[in-house]
């Protein structure tokens, strides 16, 4: 401890920030620089929510869904207007309470190698300024921005460069270095009821073209294949991607849905998605962020428990926790990730204590 310190009247509540937020530094970002991926490997790293820093054996990054937001911070907030998706749902005129819980692991400001931004879709858990600002001002790295149009259109609008954009559909095709992404349909109905940037607003008792507001990626490394549905809710044409492609990892939305809402997967919607796209491992994304939707994985890993035999799955559910890796293949027998837990180097080293049976 030492003796003279920084003074209390020098602490002030910008000092405090600056000190302690990202609540985790720059460790995640240099866990990810300088890990080397072996060959025939893939490595995955859960940066909250939907979003996920991919990097392969010939050391690419991507990047999806990254957030880096909030959500309510004070209570003296105005009604939902007409148009929100809320009111639009089920005539909720009160801001929800959805406080973010997580901490933010990751900082995109520190980020040093990015061969690729990709986003699902416009909701601001997935597609973040903040996120826009980091790579954009910074001059190291110049990665595309890669969404469908809505989400092209709100980076314009941020300030985004043309140059550095590009708007995918449904069946596009296209590589990144040794990556091949593939863009899959989007089954994220929310996002129908959600007012678009620069787009025409629909009438009430239209529905839009959900191919230019969202979109879903299926990631294939020379280790393997990633599909990453963004907030997908549960669709009969998951059994169609399952038969057209092979799918080592799927990461699928889940949380609890408060009474009166649908928007996104519950437990047994999981393992019916993983079910039906064939998948090896499903990894439920998404539950961690919010107050108000907060899911416990553990309830998959039950009703995994409870059907499996009698359904005969040929997948396992991986339960995650933010921040923490992922490898492919080395993790495929995994059924929960834990922190690690330090204290390697025990006794490699003389203790100092008073007695030998101190402790």
């Known amino acids: 401890m030492k003796t003279t310190d920084e003074r209390l009247t020098d602490i002030t509540e910008d000092s405090w920030i600056r000190e302690t937020f990202p609540e985790w530094g720059n460790w995640l970002n240099e866990s990810i620089d300088r890990f080397q991926v072996a060959s025939n490997h893939m490595r995955l790293w859960w940066l909250g929510n939907m979003g996920i820093w991919i990097k392969d054996a010939h050391q690419n990054n991507l990047a999806i869904d990254l957030w880096a937001g909030t959500g309510k911070q004070t209570h003296d907030l105005s009604k939902n207007g007409e148009r929100h998706q809320w009111q639009r749902m089920l005539g909720a005129q009160k801001a929800q309470p959805n406080l973010r819980r997580t901490p933010q692991v990751f900082n995109p400001f520190a980020i040093t190698a990015l061969d690729a931004l990709l986003v699902t879709h416009y909701h601001h858990d997935h597609l973040d300024r903040n996120v826009a600002a980091a790579i954009i001002n910074n001059t190291q790295?110049?990665?595309?921005?890669?969404?469908?149009?809505?989400?092209?259109?709100?980076?314009?609008?941020?300030?985004?460069?043309?140059?550095?954009?590009?708007?995918?559909?449904?069946?596009?095709?296209?590589?990144?270095?040794?990556?091949?992404?593939?863009?899959?349909?989007?089954?994220?109905?929310?996002?129908?009821?959600?007012?678009?940037?620069?787009?025409?607003i629909p009438g009430d008792r239209q529905i839009p073209d959900i191919n230019e507001r969202a979109v879903a990626y299926l990631i294939t490394t020379s280790a393997g294949t990633i599909y990453h549905a963004g907030d997908s809710h549960y669709s009969v044409n998951f059994a169609d991607i399952g038969r057209r492609y092979s799918i080592d990892l799927a990461l699928l939305a889940f949380a609890e849905n408060p009474i009166g809402v649908q928007d996104k997967m519950t437990s047994v919607d999981?393992?019916?998605?993983?079910?039906?796209?064939?998948?090896?491992?499903?990894?439920?994304?998404?539950?961690?962020?919010?107050?108000?939707?907060?899911?416990?994985?553990?309830?998959?890993?039950?009703l995994y428990q409870y059907r499996k035999d009698r359904f005969q799955y040929q997948f396992h559910p991986f339960?995650?926790?933010?921040?923490?890796?992922?490898?492919?293949?080395?993790?495929?027998?995994?059924?929960?990730?834990?922190?690690?837990?330090?204290?390697?180097?025990?006794?490699?080293?003389p203790a100092n204590l008073p007695f030998g049976s101190f402790l």
């Not at 596009?172 to 109905?189: A, E």
Request: aromatic content about 12%.
């Open 319 to 349: 339960i995650w926790q933010i921040g923490g890796s992922y490898d492919w293949p080395s993790d495929r027998d995994l059924s929960a990730y834990n922190y690690p837990r330090g204290f390697d180097d025990r006794f490699q080293g």
């Open 141 to 200: 790295i110049k990665p595309p921005f890669i969404g469908p149009q809505a989400v092209v259109n709100q980076w314009l609008a941020w300030g985004v460069p043309e140059s550095r954009v590009k708007v995918v559909h449904p069946g596009d095709v296209f590589n990144i270095k040794n990556i091949r992404i593939q863009v899959l349909p989007s089954y994220d109905r929310t996002i129908l009821i959600t007012d678009p940037v620069g787009m025409e």
């Open 270 to 302: 999981i393992l019916r998605a993983a079910e039906a796209l064939g998948t090896k491992i499903v990894i439920p994304l998404h539950w961690d962020v919010w107050t108000n939707t907060l899911g416990d994985p553990r309830e998959i890993q039950m």
